[in-house]
Every structure is written in structure tokens, then in C-alpha cells.
């Protein structure tokens, strides 16, 4: 995750330094220039001055203030490049901390559902536990049934016999 946000700004940098080298040159120049133009500790006679080297001072002059124009222009593009890149920065901070929010949900939302998935278990297992003392009580209450029906049953015909000996002890027959 750091990284992702890291290798572009370094990357940027990088081009940034590679850009600011390349004009090592006008600085050098521009910094001869300004030796030359500043007072000498030593005093110099006047006339060592010559034309060529007026001229060479006015072309060193220009190439140094058109490498300045050069330089301030570069320099207000890499503040434009390094303001976008704080801006990108900013936003890769606001994403990773969505994202860092957005995996405590996922993860909050993955607990509850293995709760929910074991309530649903436990329930199952509680609606065949039911299900199957349903099915004990349905068999018990068959076998009750049964025996009852044969108790009565039972008991008819002992009643039915006991009839038929009182009525054969009467002679109602």
C-alpha cells in the first residue's frame, strides 16, 4: 500500500533532478559572468579592457539573462508539477484510508455473517431434533392407540363372554 503512492513521487523527483542538471551549464556560465562583473580586490588599469572582451561580456550577459528567463520558467512548471503531486498525494491518502475503512466493514460484515450462518445451523439442527421427537411422539402415540384399541378390544370380549355365561346361567338363551 506505501509503496504505491511512493514510486510516482519518487519518479517525479527523479525527472525533476535530471531536469534541474541539465542546465548546470548557464548556472556555471551565469556564476563566470558574475565573477567577472564583481569588483576586483585588486585594482586594474583601464585600459585592459577591451572590446572583445566587452563583447564577450554582453553575449555572456544575454546568454545568462536568457538562461534565467529559461530557469524561472522551468521552475514555475516543476511548482505547478510538485503542487499536482501533493494534490495526488492527498488524494492517494484519502483513498487508502477509504479503503482501510472499507476492509474493516468487509471484515465486520464477513463476522456477522458466519454468526448468521451459525444461527441458521444451530436452528437446523434444532427444527430436526423437533422434527425427529415429533416423529418419536407420532409412533409412540400410534403404538398407545394400538394397545388401546387391543385393551379394548379385550376387554368387549371378556365383556361379550361374562354376557353369554350370565345369560346361559339364566337360561335367557
Not at 4 to 23: A, N, V
Given at each position: 500500500m ?5 514510486t ?10 535530471t531536469?534541474?542538471?541539465?542546465h548546470?551549464e548557464?548556472?556555471?556560465a551565469y556564476?563566470?559572468?558574475?565573477n567577472r ?27 545568462a539573462q536568457?538562461?534565467?528567463t ?11 508539477e510538485?503542487?499536482?503531486l501533493?494534490?495526488?498525494?492527498r ?10 475503512r472499507?476492509e ?7 463476522s ?7 444461527a441458521i ?13 415429533l416423529?418419536?411422539?407420532a ?8 394397545e ?8 368387549m ?5 361374562r ?7 339364566s337360561?335367557?338363551?
Amino acid at each position: 500500500m506505501s509503496t504505491t503512492w511512493k514510486t510516482p513521487f519518487l519518479t517525479s523527483l527523479q525527472l525533476r533532478d535530471t531536469r534541474e542538471k541539465s542546465h548546470n551549464e548557464f548556472i556555471t556560465a551565469y556564476t563566470r559572468l558574475a565573477n567577472r562583473l564583481s569588483p576586483s580586490p585588486l585594482p586594474s588599469s583601464p585600459t585592459t579592457t577591451t572590446s572583445t572582451d566587452h563583447q564577450q561580456l554582453i553575449t555572456d550577459l544575454l546568454t545568462a539573462q536568457s538562461s534565467k528567463t529559461h530557469l524561472q520558467t522551468q521552475l514555475t512548471i516543476a511548482q505547478a508539477e510538485v503542487q499536482s503531486l501533493q494534490a495526488q498525494i492527498r488524494v492517494l491518502e484519502k483513498t487508502a484510508r477509504e479503503k482501510e475503512r472499507l476492509e474493516r466493514r468487509n471484515a465486520d460484515l464477513e463476522s456477522e455473517g458466519r454468526a448468521k450462518s451459525r444461527a441458521i445451523q444451530d436452528l437446523q439442527d434444532e427444527m430436526l431434533t423437533l422434527t425427529m421427537e415429533l416423529n418419536v411422539l407420532a409412533d409412540k402415540e400410534k403404538a398407545t392407540r394400538a394397545e388401546n384399541e387391543e385393551l379394548v378390544q379385550r376387554w368387549m370380549d371378556f365383556a361379550e363372554t361374562r354376557a353369554e355365561v350370565m345369560n346361559r346361567v339364566s337360561n335367557w338363551e
